[in-house]
């Protein structure tokens, strides 16, 4: 009987819980200019797909930046704000700039030889100041082609951005690199169709030549396809004409995805957060 009602007692006691385990969050922050931004960039896709749930992901690009505006304009404080923000155990700042930096962006353009590096300098020693790891990467690049090899304006701009990360001793994704030789492998035609906005008719022909043209005969572009009756429009597109910068959702996800395999090479601490 007391062995009866013993095997009861231990029946109807509930089973221990286990111990809570704590997580250990991380947080990944995206500093850049259009080709990073929602809608127009790869940061999108990056946040969305390629980071797991225990990485906060943080998108501040801002279309038409440059080193200098995004810093003038506040936005750099912004960043730097979320940087010092407690509760995780490591906080990455991935710094793409450089195509408003070029010439002829009044308020925008810096000086390659001086300026530029100089900016990016003190990006990263501020970023590591409050405890942030930072990130250089360079240009994503265009997709305009002469005799069907693409045209690599941006080349000065991203070797000035790997001299300040090997003379820091920064992590560097060599984005322009790596996304030069996807866009090349594709061709003018194909690579067309990674646009924010579909190439006319005109554009497509001149892309078949093997050399891009800035506008086509009609000096149109065809406008975005619109939604299926009873979903309304997605907000915040950029609108208007074809150019040969910026990612509809495909050219996203492609160039997201391009990141997140760098990044696992160049910082193994940060493969774990990714989604390869």
């Known amino acids: 009987m007391i062995v009866a009602l013993l095997a009861l007692t231990l029946q109807a006691a509930p089973a221990a819980e286990p111990p809570v385990v704590p997580i250990r969050p991380s947080k990944i922050i995206l500093v850049g200019d259009s080709t990073i931004q929602v809608h127009s960039g790869w940061g999108g896709s990056f946040c969305a797909e390629r980071v797991i749930s225990t990485a906060a992901c943080i998108n ?24 010092k923000t407690p509760g995780y155990v490591a906080t990455y700042v991935l710094i793409q700039l450089g195509h408003n930096d070029q010439p002829g962006k009044p308020g925008r353009s810096t000086d390659l030889a001086t300026e530029f590096p100089a900016n990016l300098r003190r990006y990263v020693a501020e970023a590591r100041a409050v405890g942030a ?16 090899r693409i045209t690599r304006d941006l080349d000065p701009w991203a070797a000035a951005i790997r001299k300040v990360a090997a003379d820091m001793k920064v992590p560097l994704v060599d984005l322009t690199a790596r996304s030069a030789a996807v866009v090349e492998a594709l061709g003018p035609a194909m690579a067309g169709h990674l646009a924010q906005v579909p190439p006319d008719a005109g554009l497509v022909a001149a892309a078949l030549t093997g050399t891009t043209a800035e506008k ?5 572009a065809a406008p975005p396809a619109a939604p299926p009756a009873g979903v309304p429009p997605r907000v915040g597109i950029a609108g208007g004409s074809f150019d ?28 774990p957060l990714l989604v390869p």
Do not use: C, Q
């Open 133 to 148: 790891v930072p990130i250089l990467v360079t240009p994503l690049t265009r997709r305009s082609f002469t005799a069907g």
């Open 244 to 271: 040969y910068t910026h990612l509809n959702r495909d050219g996203a996800d492609l160039f997201a995805a391009l990141v997140a395999d760098e990044l696992a090479k160049e910082l193994p601490a940060m493969r």
């Open 60 to 83: 501040l690009a801002r279309g038409g930046r440059s080193t200098k505006s995004y810093r003038a304009e506040g936005s750099w404080g912004v960043a730097l704000g979320e940087m």
């Open 216 to 220: 086509g005969p009609t000096a149109t």
